[in-house]
């Protein structure tokens, strides 16, 4: 039977370094809870060392946590990879290190922090998170589907560090799941905005960088079960499987 999720799928926790320091595991669950959200993913600048953390924490309080990651492409374009498994978005962070130069200056960037499932610091991670990978936007897209996962073109309504801000229009043929729309506009602007695109599927996330901003936009999906494969198909229109009105 199909049920409605109601989902926040672009979060970022401490490991972002523009993420607030409170954006741990305990806190982040909680206020997606109090928030009325079934489900969240985290997706971290460039990386997916703190998804098993919030995976875990997720699971001890009744919120489905996926694993993911926003990609910065060579073009230096975000995109949304989201997983059902840790191990598929890790195998995608393995590719990203191997193209991903530098070294973070935590005086300007900001601080990116490794926890545990208790909140814990067990680590920092030393690596340029902030900055672009060697990869071209449309082999991301294309790992991100040989694994199995998820690709949405982040916050395509800003100039910075979005598919039509950097590119000024969508290539043909780059297979995407969905576009994000940020929370500066609304359904009615993006879709007039956005119209010649409307073959997509449009969603609306948060991508909160603290825990006051987590839930502010979200997407409710009608969905079987929470899973990245399910969502995947409500953004395709299939089975039945649908983004609803908020």
């Not at 409170?22 to 990386?47: F, T």
């Not at 924490?57 to 919120?63: F, V, W």
């Not at 006051?212 to 969502?231: A, C, H, N, Q, W």
Request: aromatic share 6%.
């Amino acid at each position: 039977m199909l049920k409605t999720f109601r989902a926040d799928l672009h979060i970022h926790s401490c490991l972002s370094p523009c993420g607030d320091e409170e954006m741990r595991p305990r806190a982040l669950v909680n206020r997606a809870k109090a928030k009325g959200l079934d489900m969240i993913a985290i997706c971290d600048h460039n990386s997916a060392e703190n998804t098993a953390a919030f995976i875990c924490a997720g699971n001890e309080n009744g919120l489905k946590v996926l694993p993911g990651i926003e990609v910065t492409s060579r073009e230096e374009i975000h995109l949304i990879a989201l997983f059902d498994t840790h191990e598929d978005c890790t195998a995608l962070q393995n590719l990203i290190y191997q193209n991903l130069p530098g070294e973070n200056v935590e005086e300007v960037f900001g601080p990116q922090t490794v926890v545990n499932e208790r909140d814990e610091t067990v680590g920092v991670n030393r690596r340029m998170l902030i900055g672009a990978t060697l990869l071209p936007f449309e082999q991301i897209v294309s790992v991100i589907h040989s694994l199995g996962g998820v690709a949405i073109a982040s916050h395509i309504d800003r100039q910075a560090f979005s598919l039509l801000g950097q590119l000024g229009f969508i290539p043909e043929g780059i297979p995407l799941d969905g576009l994000e729309i940020s929370s500066r506009t609304s359904k009615e602007e993006a879709k007039d905005r956005f119209r010649s695109y409307q073959h997509y599927s449009f969603v609306w996330f948060s991508d909160a960088h603290c825990l006051e901003d987590i839930g502010k936009r979200m997407t409710p999906f009608l969905l079987r079960e929470t899973t990245s494969r399910e969502v995947k198909m409500a953004l395709h229109r299939e089975e039945g499987r649908r983004i609803l009105e908020a």
